[in-house]
């Protein structure tokens, strides 16, 4: 099974830079691109604090995708 996220297409939404998201959440803008373009899987504390910034819920974000 694969983890998909909706975490660009949240942010673009909210018109925020992935530079402007990665100093608010204090990580690096690398980190952010990676996870976006679905090479890795955020911690479980990055996730919470993606919910959090974004006010939206660990389901808005995050999907379970059956291979």
């Not at 909706?6 to 939404?13: A, N």
């Not at 402007?20 to 204090?26: G, I, R, Y």
Request: glycine share 2%; aromatic share 6%; proline share 1%.
């Amino acid at each position: 099974m694969k983890v998909r996220n909706r975490i660009k297409e949240i942010r673009l939404t909210k018109g925020i830079s992935q530079i402007q998201m990665a100093e608010d959440l204090q990580i690096t803008r690398q980190t952010i691109n990676a996870v976006e373009n679905h090479k890795y899987n955020p911690s479980l504390e990055l996730a919470l604090k993606l919910m959090k910034y974004f006010n939206v819920t660990i389901d808005e974000i995050f999907t379970l995708e059956e291979e």
